[in-house]
C-alpha cells in the first residue's frame, strides 16, 4: 500500500512539475531550452505512467517494454538538449534586465530633460512677458517724477493702471502653469472644463468631454497628475494631429480611473515613442507621470487613423472606502 501511495505522489509531482515547465516556456517566449525540457518531463511523465499500470490493473508491462525503452530514450534526449541549451535563457533573462535599465536610463534622462525644459519655459515666460511689463511700470513711474510730464499725468496712470492689470494676469497665468490652483479650489472636472472651453473657443478643435468622476473624491496628487497629462495631450493634438474632434471620458471601476482619450488627426508610428530622440519628451513626461501613481497609459496609433489612448490608475483604499459608504 505504501509502494502504491509513493507511485501516486511521485506522478502527481510529475504532473506539477510538467505544467510548471509549462509555464516557464511561455514565459521564456517559448525559448527552445524550455521546450525541450517540458517535453522531457512529458515523456518522464508518461513512462512513470506505465511503470505505476501493473500495481493499479492487470496491465502486463512486459508488452510494450520496446516503447517503455524508447520513452527514457526520449527523455533523456530531451533532458540533456534543454541542459546544453539552458544557457540561452540565462542570455534571455540578461537580455531583458539590460533593456530594463535601458528603459529606466532613459525615463530618467527625459525626467531630467522635462525639469531643465520646464525651467527654461518659465525663465523665458518671465523673462519675455513678466520682464518688458515691469519696465514700462518702472518708466512709467520716473515719468511721473519728472515735472515735465504734469500735463500726462493722467494719461501716464491710466496706462500704468492697464500694464499693471497686465502683469497681474501674467502672474496668474505663470502661476497656473507651475500650480492649477483651479483643481484646489474646484477639482479636476471643472478645471478640464475650463481649460477644454479655452480650446474650444478658438475653433481650432472641437472637444467632447464626458466625465463620470464626480462623485468620488480623488488625492490632490492624482488630480495634477491627470490634469496635467490631459491637457499634454490636447496641446500635442492641438500642435501636430490636424484633428477635427477630441473625445476624452473620465471614468472608474471598482479597481481604477479610466482615462479614455481618441481624436481623428493624422496619427503616427507609436513605436517611434520609444527610440532614442531629443523630441517627444512630452510623452515621456507622461508616462514618467502616470508611473509615479502605479498606472499605465497605453497608445495605440497609425498614421492616418488617429490616436487612441487608455490610462489606467488604481483607486486608493481611501477613494474605495467612500464608494462602499456612499453605496
Partial sequence: MFFKVMLFITITLHIVATIVSLRLTKRT??????????????FLLSRRIIEALPFFSDFDPQEYR??????????SFFFAAGLILVNKIFDYMEKMEKEKRETEKRFLSVIIQA???ERARLSKEIHDGLGPLLSTVKMSVSALKNEKHKDKKGEILNNLDIIINESIKTVKEISDNLSPHVIESFGLGKALK??????????????NYNNQLKEIQLDNSVEIVLYR????????????????????SLNHDNKAIIVDYKDDGKGFEVDSLFKPQVKGLGYYNMYSRIRTLNGTIDTESYPDNGTTIKIFIPLSSDVEKIKKLKK
Fill in 229 to 248: 497629462v490631459i491637457c499634454e495631450l490636447i496641446n500635442n493634438t492641438v500642435k501636430h494631429a490636424e484633428a477635427k474632434n477630441i473625445f476624452i
Fill in 194 to 207: 475650463n481649460f477644454i472651453q479655452k480650446i474650444n473657443a478658438t475653433k481650432t478643435v472641437n472637444i
Fill in 29 to 42: 517566449k517559448f525559448n527552445l531550452s524550455w521546450i525541450f525540457i517540458t517535453i522531457g518531463f512529458a
Fill in 115 to 117: 525639469e531643465e525644459s
Fill in 66 to 75: 520496446m516503447a517503455f525503452i524508447w520513452f527514457g530514450i526520449a527523455t
